[in-house]
């Protein structure tokens, strides 16, 4: 079968979602969902699955600044020359790959529908060659962060404690349940005080769903602030590989047993894309 390119004029995302797919999505940002994509990518990959990562916060990228990566091909290289997504799979040096995006161009923050459902299409065709994908998505409400969430069986809000970031994730969690997104919506509440606090901002947070979206969102993790976090970003290295006995690490490690427990039934491989 041909792989679908960035540019073949595709309309409209397919409505299934994908089975082995997983967004981790914020109402806002700095709640440390790239760090938290990139330490559940290397804690699925040490649980024996193959791993694929894509930045898809098209503005704004940084997985691989995170990762100290500089790749040949990067997700706006593919998109300009339409050539196909397993192009710009790069090996992270963790284990799992990565498809980067490119920090700071606003040509893909503003794709138009025809090119974001293509690259969606892209996506699709790429994933079969994995058992999990990743996405990282922006920040926000905007169209293609919920267009991209929709494409995933599983979609990971994080939030804090804070209440700006309660409020917009709340705000996601709306918009997703309003567009009639089909994956299941959970939350991951990161940097907690401790399992108790994270418990009470978790419940915060679905008590609003409850109340006013008629939906009961599952508690997928908490993962307890750890200073060994910003010191593995400040290293450009992932916490699993530089302080894999660090608390935050369990608590990854906890959230991908969770997942992959809980998760539909993810499809073989069909391919070998991207290796």
Same mark, same amino acid.
């Given at each position: ?143 293609? =962060?919920?267009? #991209? !969430? @929709? *494409?995933? /069986? ?9 209440? +700006?970031? $309660? ?84 608590? =990854?490690?906890? #959230? !991908? @047993? *969770?997942? /992959? ?9 069909? +391919?070998? $894309?991207?290796?």
């Amino acid at each position: 079968m041909t792989e679908t390119t960035i540019a073949n004029g595709s309309t409209a995302p397919r409505s299934a979602p994908l089975g082995n797919a997983i967004a981790i999505a914020s109402g806002k940002g700095g709640v440390g969902k790239t760090w938290l994509s990139i330490s559940l990518a290397q804690a699925l990959t040490q649980a024996g699955e193959r791993v694929l990562l894509f930045d898809g916060d098209l503005g704004l990228a940084n997985v691989d600044i995170q990762l100290g990566l500089t790749p040949a091909i990067d997700l706006g290289t593919a998109i300009e020359r339409e050539w196909p997504l397993s192009r710009a799979v790069t090996p992270s040096g963790a284990g799992f790959s990565v498809i980067a995006g490119r920090s700071g161009s606003g040509g893909l923050a503003h794709l138009p529908a025809h090119r974001l459902a293509a690259l969606i299409d892209g996506l699709r065709q790429v994933a079969t060659g994995y058992d999990r994908v990743i996405l990282d998505l922006g920040a926000g409400i905007d169209r293609p =962060v919920r267009q #991209l !969430a @929709s *494409l995933c /069986a599983t979609v990971v809000v994080v939030a804090n404690d804070e209440p +700006t970031t $309660l409020t917009d994730a709340y705000a996601l969690i709306k918009m997703l349940k309003a567009d009639g997104a089909p994956g299941r919506v959970g939350i991951a509440v990161n940097s907690a005080q401790d399992v108790a606090q994270g418990r009470q901002t978790f419940e915060t947070l679905a008590k609003a769903c409850r109340s006013f979206l008629k939906f009961d969102p599952a508690l997928l993790g908490i993962i307890r602030r750890d200073t060994k976090v910003k010191d593995a970003i400040r290293a450009q290295t992932p916490l699993l590989t530089r302080h894999p006995a660090a608390i935050a690490a369990a608590d =990854v490690e906890a #959230l !991908a @047993s *969770l997942i /992959a427990a809980e998760t539909r039934e993810v499809p073989p491989r069909q +391919t070998s $894309l991207g290796t």
